[in-house]
């Protein structure tokens, strides 16, 4: 049986919302979101040191954090589908982020930042699968890849705003944490009022795919409840496709160990990746609205330049190669989420992000192990290597094609 559209309070009510002024403003929730948790990453490890954490601990810490984050949607996702809370899980996992991250400048005491920490990860894992349902019935109307597309833009320039905010006020304050992510406080409370706008706007964004079903593009509906073959196809593209994509950590590591950039350059090289990501993810996601899945394509290909370039020992080629990176983060960011929401019915929805994120947090890691070790052993090696797992993934996404059409 077909749940209902939402159980949430005044879900019957139509919205009173165009689609793309719902995408713009859901963008702008994680706008602000991002220069609450990004300026706080941007910091962790300095800030739990300074209360006497060793290498060691801020490892495990962070490392615990981001697992949090990707695995525990696993549970997220299929209880957003059962429950039909969309709202009610998009606004505690957002109010867990923005309400850790203040508190970090205060509690004063190691073991209570640590928690704290991972707290704000759990708080992403809460809200995700839930946001990206919500986001993909709006860009049902507005197409999903520019839907997708505008919203990862508008995210990545809190994803910079953010830590530039935090250093502005480490500057002023001579390195003092508390007024830092005091500061954050501002942007978190502007997320909660307008995430409770917006829901009183919009209480139920499925009627805006409901208006839409009968197009081409809308998503397929589900005849027993299961997730669509294509739905398991795409995951192994993107598991394939992931396990060979490098990581900034080791990006960086390469161009400070060989001494072709100074360390305190390497956060301005990260920003002008986080702009690159949001130009590819708008390029690119009006592509995947005219040419459908096929423009995913770039992403391996893109994967395999990264390593082509990042790896070298010319200035100019390596730092191209950290911008062939933030491209790749673009199309995975948004044009990859796009896809889910065109392969699977809205009633499986929330538990297919909740997979699909625990599919790429798997493939992350084995990839920041398979790469970080041949990295170690020989890059001539590590290219080949990647090159071959993208020309794999390129394979996979032609048979996913076959499937959907």
């Known amino acids: 049986m077909k749940p209902p ?34 300026g706080a990453r941007s910091i962790t490890g300095p800030l739990l040191a300074s209360l006497g954490a060793s290498a060691l ?43 850790s991250v203040p508190l970090l400048g205060v509690v004063g005491v ?24 919500l986001l993909s019935h709006a860009t049902a109307a507005t197409g999903r890849g520019r839907g997708f597309a505008v919203h990862e833009a508008l995210d990545q320039i809190g994803a910079i705003a953010g830590p530039l905010l935090v250093a502005g006020v480490l500057a002023l304050t001579g390195n003092d944490y508390g007024p ?26 499925e009627a805006y795919e409901r208006e839409t079903r009968a197009s081409p593009t809308a998503a397929p509906q589900a005849q027993d409840g299961r997730l669509p073959r294509s739905f398991w196809t795409y995951a192994a593209f993107t598991a394939v496709t992931t396990t060979g994509f490098a990581t900034f950590g080791v990006l ?43 423009v995913l394509i770039a992403l391996p290909v893109l994967t395999a330049g990264v390593v082509v370039l990042a790896f070298t020992d010319t200035v100019a080629i390596a730092v191209a190669g950290s911008l ?16 889910v929401a065109d392969l699977v019915p809205s009633g499986r929805r929330a538990t297919a992000y909740g997979l ?50």
């Open 324 to 339: 062939v990176w933030g491209a790749a983060m673009g199309i995975q960011e948004s044009t990859l989420r796009a896809t």
């Open 356 to 405: 699909f994120a625990g599919v790429v947090g798997a493939a992350s890691l084995a990839g920041g192990a398979l790469i970080g070790g041949l990295y170690g052993y020989s890059i001539p090696v590590l290219i080949t290597v990647v090159v071959g797992i993208q020309v794999l993934a390129v394979m996979l996404l032609a048979v996913m094609r076959v499937g959907r059409h």
């Open 110 to 133: 190691l073991w209570a930042a640590c928690v704290l920490v991972v707290a704000e990860r759990v708080g992403k894992a809460v809200r995700s699968p839930a946001k990206d349902t």
């Open 252 to 294: 960086s590591y390469h161009l400070v160990a060989r001494h072709l950039l100074a360390a305190a350059w390497v956060p301005v090289l990260y920003a002008a990746a986080m702009a690159v990501d949001a130009g590819a993810a708008l390029a690119t996601g009006w592509l995947y609205d005219r040419f459908g899945p096929r």
């Open 57 to 99: 601990v801020v490892g495990v810490v962070t490392g615990a954090g981001e697992a949090a984050a990707l695995a525990l949607r696993l549970v997220s996702g299929p209880l957003a589908d059962r429950t039909r809370r969309f709202w009610g899980l998009a606004i505690a996992g957002y109010a867990l982020t923005v309400v």
């Open 180 to 205: 830092a992510l005091g500061v954050l406080a501002a942007p978190g409370i502007a997320v909660l009022l307008l995430l409770f706008w917006l829901r009183a706007r919009v209480p139920d964004p």
């Open 5 to 38: 559209a939402s159980d949430e309070s005044g879900a019957d009510r139509p919205a009173r919302m165009g689609p793309w002024r719902f995408v713009v403003w859901f963008g702008t929730v994680s706008l602000l979101a991002d220069v609450v948790y990004e």
